[in-house]
């Protein structure tokens, strides 16, 4: 009886004690009944220019959040000998470096407060970021982090207003003080402002940017509106994401959402606000991403980025300014998507295996070719062509050439690429004079047809035969017939045309098959792309991966592209081989910059110092051509110009050994997109080389 009775008086204690305690923890650290936020994300003013979003972080660094912020995916990677590779170039190192400071700080961190664990109790539940650009971007941008804490985390933001912790953060450098109903810190010159509602703390560099975010947790909305049920937002990320998870059938998927106003970034950026004013005419990948994309018609880019085993998924949602658009832009845009069934799907059958590259894309053929003309080609050559087109009679001109032929061709285009191995056919006899690594590449254009379904090819067959005529006028040293005839296909025109002046391979090949008008630089490719095409050789219909990408693509698209980083790997290795015997003329800009410098040289080195004292004393007859002076200088620039082509030489294969060992950590890669006059979306998917269904 005394047992019990103890027993019962001893669990009153204790009752008492624990409620006290409850009593002095919700009084002076936090309520332990108050409950949960339902939407972190709608604490986010909608006018914000920046938005990133992560949940279930503690699942991302499940086993190792002991060891934060080492990340699961890097130790995966680790064991790719490819990735270890990586881990020895600049880049990673810096990475590195970064992750290195922040173990540091975080093992300091637990040492100092061991009852609190970072990952746990402060971001391992849901992180956001979110914010505005100053005038220099994100280097001077007004932030605020919001992250969901859980019950220690609040009674640790609780513990701020204690007078003993606030002294103990003074003697490590940082002052904390009331601020209305925030706290302010003061750490290295630099204030941050701090505020909790419920589970959500959310601290930031701008005093309004936390005041608006705290209002927004409390359901003020008559001042500030969330960016949550915003349209940019819903259209950007909740809709895809939604349809992924329809498509996939993935309940709660790992799952990175951003939200960007690149209206607001690109003015702070001098590269990216003269763009593409500040490309220049030899920058010819920089022009023709300028054609299909004008970065001043960007006004709000929202997406999530979705990660699974060995896959990372990419939706995107880009809003334009469709008035900033060029002519060619606005008809890009506004090209109706188009069943699968009607073109994309034939496309498919053409790609061979051995492709490293395949994209199509539904837009006006006439004004692909004129763009790709002005990217590609200098001014110099664009009026030689031009000359040569009005030298056939025929035409007025490049303008009216292209003019009658658009009529004959639908607003398709699809583009081929495979390593460049130069077969032992025909015009391959002839010499290359611009060596080049280059790959091979075959354009397909669709043919239209009339009403009683036969394409409209003869102009395109009269081009060849009229290019195949007037050889001279385009400097086509000689020219062979393409033989089409095993293909399973008909030809009314091909030829294979040997100009030694084309980059790598030293011809260009034209073909008008079946409903396609074929063109590239190697006629046996385009020889290869139709046998594809009927079922002769493996296609990209036949690669495994293709399948686990299809089921994913609407019934009606815009355009897609793929990658096969096996294929790919191999135009990495041509470029290094091909860097590594690369020479080069001495560079005219760069030699009037340096040759100062080699003068100086020459005079230290080359005696004249102890002949005359001074450079300016070294007589004229030395300086002229011919001259000690003179020569010794142009010795010191070509020592100098050996010196700079080894060290870039060294740079440029360094970054193409980087990029190749990064190819070798995936396997495929895919990317569809749909475009209307006011937008263009994409979904893309990246399958990694260990990647099992």
């Not at 190192?93 to 100092?112: A, H, N, P, S």
């Not at 980025?305 to 506004?334: A, C």
């Not at 000690?628 to 010795?635: E, I, L, M, R, T």
Request: glycine content about 8%.
């Amino acid at each position: 009886m005394r047992v019990k009775k103890l027993l019962k008086v001893g669990s009153i204690v204790l009752a008492s004690i624990a409620l006290v305690g409850l009593v002095l923890v919700c009084t002076f650290l936090v309520n332990v009944f108050e409950g949960s936020l339902p939407q972190v994300r709608d604490a986010v003013p909608r006018g914000v220019d920046f938005y990133v979003h992560k949940g279930n972080i503690a699942g991302d660094f499940q086993g190792v959040s002991d060891a934060f912020p080492y990340v699961p995916v890097l130790t995966e990677l680790g064991k790719d000998p490819h990735w270890t590779a990586l881990k020895r170039s600049a880049w990673y190192r810096d990475i590195d470096r970064v992750l290195r400071d922040l173990r540091r700080t975080f093992e300091q961190m637990r040492k100092d407060v061991p009852i609190v664990h970072l990952v746990n109790d402060f971001i391992g539940r849901e992180v956001q970021v979110a914010g505005r650009f100053g005038p220099h971007g994100f280097a001077d941008s007004k932030w605020c982090v919001y992250t969901r804490v859980s019950m220690k985390g609040r009674a640790g933001y609780g513990l701020l207003r204690r007078n003993f912790v606030r002294d103990e953060l003074r003697k490590q450098g940082v002052i904390v003080v009331d601020q209305d109903e925030f706290y302010k810190l003061t750490a290295q010159g630099k204030d941050y402002y701090c505020a909790r509602y419920l589970d959500c703390v959310m601290i930031g560099n701008d005093l309004e940017l936390v005041r608006g975010s705290f209002e927004l947790a409390q359901g003020n909305t008559s001042k500030i509106e969330p960016l949550g049920p915003s349209g940019h937002y819903k259209d950007g990320v909740q809709k895809p994401l939604l349809k992924w998870m329809e498509r996939t059938k993935v309940p709660s998927p790992n799952v990175l959402e951003f939200h960007l106003r690149p209206e607001q970034w690109f003015p702070t950026d001098p590269d990216l606000r003269n763009w593409p004013a500040s490309i220049q005419e030899d920058e010819h990948n920089k022009q023709i991403r300028a054609s299909f994309f004008n970065l001043g018609s960007w006004r709000f880019l929202s997406g999530t980025v979705v990660f699974e085993p060995n896959s990372i998924s990419l939706q995107t949602h880009l809003v334009v300014n469709h008035n900033k658009h060029t002519p060619f832009q606005k008809d890009l845009f506004t090209a109706e998507a188009t069943p699968r069934r009607d073109w994309m799907d034939q496309f498919f059958r053409m790609v061979p295996g051995d492709a490293c590259g395949a994209a199509a894309l539904r837009m006006p053929a006439g004004g692909f070719i004129r763009e790709m003309v002005k990217d590609v080609f200098t001014k110099d050559d664009r009026v030689f062509v031009d000359e040569a087109i009005r030298r056939t009679g025929k035409y007025k001109g490049f303008d009216d050439m292209v003019g009658q032929l658009e009529t004959s061709l639908l607003p398709r285009v699809g583009v081929i690429m495979r390593p460049n191995r130069r077969s032992a056919k025909s015009v391959q006899t002839f010499p290359v004079l611009n060596e080049s690594p280059f790959p091979q590449w075959t354009m397909v254009f669709w043919v239209r047809k009339n009403r009683v379904g036969q394409a409209l090819s003869q102009p395109l067959a009269d081009l060849i035969l009229l290019l195949d005529k007037h050889r001279a006028a385009f400097n086509i040293v000689t020219a062979y017939k393409l033989d089409m005839s095993n293909t399973g296909g008909y030809s009314d025109a091909a030829f294979e045309f040997a100009i030694p002046q084309v980059p790598g391979t030293g011809n260009v090949a034209v073909a008008t098959y079946s409903d396609y008008f074929i063109v590239g630089n190697d006629g046996p490719f385009i020889h290869r792309v139709a046998l594809a095409l009927n079922g002769k050789v493996p296609s990209m219909k036949d690669d495994k991966d293709f399948g686990e990408f299809e089921v994913e693509m609407p019934e009606s698209i815009n355009g897609v592209a793929f990658v096969w980083a096996k294929n790919l790997r191999k135009v990495v290795e041509d470029f290094v081989a091909f860097g590594k015997k690369l020479g080069g003329v001495m560079d005219g800009a760069w030699a009037l910059a340096n040759r100062p410098r080699a003068e100086n040289l020459a005079f230290e080195k080359g005696g004249f110092k102890g002949r005359y004292g001074l450079k300016s004393r070294v007589p004229d007859d030395e300086r002229r051509p011919g001259g000690a002076f003179h020569k010794a200088v142009n010795d010191e620039l070509d020592r100098m110009w050996a010196e700079h082509q080894r060290k870039s030489r060294i740079a440029g294969q360094a970054a193409l050994e980087e990029f190749g060992h990064l190819v070798e950590t995936f396997r495929t890669a895919y990317l569809q997109m749909v475009l209307t006059s006011t937008s263009l979306q994409i979904w893309s998917r990246v399958l990694g080389s260990n990647y099992n269904r």
